[in-house]
């Protein structure tokens, strides 16, 4: 079946630009993630979603990142007034909560540069 | 917060070597994945191990939660094996936010 998918693949915009990053989960997975990988380092966590709320927004760097998610189903990363130091890979992860396996499954990242 | 060192930070092989790769983590965590990204960046689940032992194909992986720590096996390592292993764990509530290691740069040579 289809895996995760990430809209754009790459991005790269002008400094204090907002943009928009879509993630497409697993057809059935109720849990989704935000994460975000700087260059050469690993993976920092953002923000979930379980179904459409967010339990868990503590990763989110500033109040520049907000997510939102609709449906149960799309998720959408907005970045506003982007900073250089917001260049990085960012990576969504959808996961079935279901008996006693939680694993996650990741997309391929969008790579965002800002110039 | 949990820290999670893997070791060692890098390693090189030549092709049908066997190597172990370490997983320490601070806290007592849920859950436990082995990724392997590779070249392009796309991360690729290994493993889904909390606890106990599990094997494919050529790799294996054992996790033992009471002395926190987990170890993943490559036997006769190949060219494609290359790229960055990240032990990830999982903390409070199950299905929540992974915390990932800083990985371990493997590059295998013909």
């Known amino acids: 079946g289809a895996g995760v998918s990430q809209s754009p693949s790459n991005k790269v915009t002008e400094k204090g630009k907002d943009v928009e990053l879509r993630c497409d989960p697993i057809?059935?997975?109720?849990?989704l993630y935000w994460y975000r990988q700087r260059l050469g380092q690993g993976l920092e966590f953002l923000i979930y979603?379980?179904?459409?709320?967010?339990?868990?927004k503590s990763g989110l760097p500033s109040d520049r990142f907000s997510a939102e998610r609709t449906g149960e189903s799309v998720s959408t990363l907005t970045i506003q007034r982007t900073q250089q130091e917001d260049s990085a890979v960012y990576l969504c992860?959808?996961?079935?909560?279901?008996?006693?396996?939680?694993?996650?499954?990741f997309g391929p990242g969008t790579r965002l540069t800002v110039t | 917060g949990i820290q999670v060192e893997q070791s060692p930070p890098d390693l090189i092989l030549q092709e049908g070597a066997n190597s172990t790769l370490r997983c320490n983590f601070s806290d007592s965590v849920n859950n436990l994945q082995w990724f392997h990204q590779n070249p392009w960046g796309q991360l690729i689940n290994l493993f889904y191990i909390p606890s106990g032992t599990k094997q494919n194909g050529r790799l294996s992986a054992t996790t033992v939660a009471t002395e926190r720590y987990s170890l993943l096996y490559i036997s006769s390592s190949q060219t494609t094996d290359s790229g960055v292993y990240f032990c990830?764990?999982?903390?409070?509530?199950?299905?929540?936010?992974?915390?990932f290691g800083k990985g371990t740069t493997l590059s295998v040579s013909s």
């Open positions: 057809s059935g997975h109720t849990a």
């Open positions: 990830a764990v999982e903390l409070g509530q199950a299905g929540t936010a992974l915390i």
């Open positions: 979603f379980q179904g459409n709320s967010a339990p868990d």
């Open positions: 992860a959808s996961s079935l909560i279901a008996g006693e396996s939680y694993e996650q499954y």
